[in-house]
């Protein structure tokens, strides 16, 4: 007899119902997962979707001609890279706005009206930095000017007061910095860190810092055109032309104050075919001592070594004391490259009617033995009423 152990694959064996039974349950769970996993994702979706855009994006803020700030929308506390656009020929800032800080610090202004565009700072205001961080301001397109309205700030910079590093980026056709006035330091510009101007490598335009006002007292109100109490002040790219004139400061640095001997001064622009003028500048108050520097005053050293077709430093005045050109506790280097150098009617109260350092004055070195390609280096009619 034939032996049987009862296997037969059309039977439902225990075994096989119970493995298609756990086997169903698992492609059911695995459905339902994928199913559940799907609807979440869409749902997900749907509510990000719903939601506002939030990331930040750089504005634009036209201004047109004869327009104000605030009717224009620019806002009190711009953001970073956001743009001020000058469509006209004159505007009026009539709100002191707090430069951005977050990311790179800066803040555009654009001239795209096809002209010089001028824009005239109310009384009471100015762009602002209360913080440590370095603020960035770039100016393109053509030439823009910032006239102060001759009524004083009260405090520092009439222009601009920073508590941090300050650059101006002049990549357009110029920036003129005019008719603004400090009751204390930095009648243009005033940081407790460094102030660094750059001009454009391509399309190199005039930098003027002319007719600033810092004081009302005899007391740390020095540095009409800028003022830093602890940093550097550089000027350094391409330019056309740099003019520094008719500024007026009660102490030290009628033009430019450099405070702090970790700093320095240096002008090293590029102003190929144009002039490097330092002229008219006062500062200090007759019968006072110890303010000098009637164009140029730093703590530090002092260094010009650009390429211009003239260096002038003509009738600056020191009412107080020392270097009526220039006046510096560090060595003062001329060097550079120049068709002509002109020291002329220059007058201080003190010692050195042109020049006045406390370590040493250089012109040109063994590198740089002339600093002259062509022309002459005239010192004339400087006057000192103590020595040099």
Known sequence: MKHTSGKNSNSAHPLRVWRAVRSGQRTGQKGAYRALKSGVLAALIGALAALPLTLAQAQIYPVPESGVF???????????????????????????????????????????????????????????????NPVTLNFTGDAITFNGSGTAFTGTGGFLSSAG??????????????????????????????????????????????????????????????????????IGGKFSSITVDGNSALSQGGAFHQGGTGGSLSITADVTGGEIAFTNNTNGVSGTTGLSGGAIYSDGVTTINAKADKLTFFNNTTLSQNGGGIGSVGAISLLGTYGDILFDKNTAAGGGGALMSAASVTIGNSANAAALTTGTLTFSNNKANGSG
Do not use: W
């Not at 505007?91 to 824009?119: E, H, Q, R």
């Open 165 to 234: 590093a300050v650059t101006l980026n002049v990549l357009g056709s110029g920036l003129t910095l005019s008719n603004h006035r400090a009751t204390t330091s930095g009648g243009a510009i005033y940081s407790t860190g460094a102030v660094t101007i750059t001009g454009s490598s391509t399309t190199p335009g005039a930098l003027n810092i002319n007719n600033n006002y810092a004081g009302a007292t005899a007391t740390a109100n020095g540095g009409s055109g800028i003022f830093t109490s602890s940093g550097s002040i550089t």
């Open 70 to 132: 605030t009717a224009a929308g620019v806002l009190v506390a711009p953001a970073n890279g956001d743009t001020i656009e000058l469509q006209g020929a004159t505007a009026t800032m009539d709100v002191t706005i707090t430069l951005p800080t977050a990311g790179t610090g800066t803040l555009n202004f654009a001239n795209t009206f096809g002209a010089a565009s001028t824009v005239v700072i109310n009384p009471t205001f100015h762009f602002s930095n209360a913080t440590a």
